[in-house]
């Protein structure tokens, strides 16, 4: 199964100073989504020849992405298999995001109340300093969650349609989300 995660491919983009990454920092730092024409284009270039199992992380966002990924699909003679909600307190959420760092050399994730390296904000791999994204301040956070619930809830109703959808309390202990989210895909 290959992982996609939409942030994970504008980061990359971002840290190459592409056009698209500087196209697409505009829109993160200011706690904004992504347009989703840009999203679409990205994902359908980046996946057109892959052959494996997907799991999108994060995507789709809007109906229209949404619409634009089922299309995608049906033209390739696929369907999406499951949609897994996982649902977490807004102030869950802007506690966790607000504790996360990301090395500046490596990249490697930690969370100072979950998972925090060894030595205060200094990666265990590669001793780099650990630095707070922009887009993980409690202020753009916030930003972040109001712009979902615009944009992004009307979703949840498009995927419950489906037949396919399960809502995962993400409030639970890693552990126990991944074993339930590991049980469902096993499905």
């Not at 799991?55 to 229209?64: K, N, Q, S």
């Not at 791999?125 to 979902?148: G, H, M, N, S």
């Not at 109703?157 to 552990?175: C, Q, T, V």
Request: hydrophobic share 40%; glycine share 8%.
């Amino acid at each position: 199964m290959f992982h996609v995660s939409t942030g994970d491919i504008f980061r990359e983009e971002i840290g190459k100073k592409t056009q698209l990454g500087q196209e697409v920092a505009g829109y993160l730092s200011a706690g904004r989504l992504v347009p989703d024409k840009l999203v679409l284009a990205v994902l359908k270039s980046r996946l057109a020849v892959e052959t494996r199992g997907l799991l999108f992380d994060g995507f789709p966002r809007t109906v229209d992405q949404a619409e634009g990924l089922d299309s995608w699909f049906a033209v390739r003679g696929q369907s999406i298999d499951a949609v897994l909600f996982i649902n977490v307190a807004e102030e869950e959420v802007v506690r966790r995001l607000g504790a996360r760092r990301t090395c500046s050399g490596c990249g490697r994730i930690y969370n100072v109340l979950t998972n925090p390296p060894a030595k205060e904000n200094v990666c265990d791999a590669c001793a780099k300093p650990l630095t707070l994204r922009d887009d993980d301040k409690p202020e753009v956070v916030t930003r972040r969650i109001q712009v979902y619930k615009d944009q992004t809830e009307p979703l949840l109703a498009y995927y419950r349609a489906s037949g396919n959808f399960h809502k995962i309390d993400g409030g639970l202990a890693p552990e126990a989300v991944a074993a339930k989210v590991a049980d469902l895909l096993k499905r």
